[in-house]
């Protein structure tokens, strides 16, 4: 089992950043894929960028050269960096660790964590 706890949300001017933080509790959190995804108001969630546990990242097309995700392994954590946010990155933001180990597969999320980009 994986508890995943965000933090670094909030409140933030059009070209601001923020950075979010995912801190998960348990071990062998090197092993889990991390993502993260984002749902605004009556949108679908999507996938905004990932990490795999080999340190592969992806990234949606719409945040490619403005967010960053890493992870560091010593500290069960992954972050999301988000630079020149826009009123379009408003969201939920949300943590999530995979892994599948033979017929197993986890599935873990975080609780969720509000960005708002507003002047």
């Known amino acids: 089992q994986v508890q995943l706890v965000e933090s670094g949300g909030g409140l933030v001017q059009p070209g601001g950043s923020l950075r979010l933080s995912c801190v998960a509790s348990?071990?062998?959190?090197?092993?889990?894929?991390m993502a993260w995804y984002r749902q605004a108001p009556g949108k679908e969630r999507e996938l905004v960028a990932g990490?795999?546990?080999?340190?592969?990242?992806n990234y949606v097309d719409s945040v490619k050269g403005r967010f960053t995700i890493s992870r560091d392994n010593a500290k069960n954590a992954v972050y999301l960096q988000m630079n020149s946010l826009t009123p379009e990155d408003t969201a939920v933001y949300s943590c999530?660790?995979?892994?599948?180990?033979?017929?197993?597969?986890?599935?873990?999320w975080g609780q969720g964590s509000q960005v708002t980009v507003s002047s």
């Open positions: 999530k660790a995979h892994r599948s180990v033979g017929l197993w597969e986890g599935n873990y």
């Open positions: 348990g071990s062998s959190f090197s092993y889990y894929d």
């Open positions: 990490i795999a546990s080999g340190g592969a990242t």
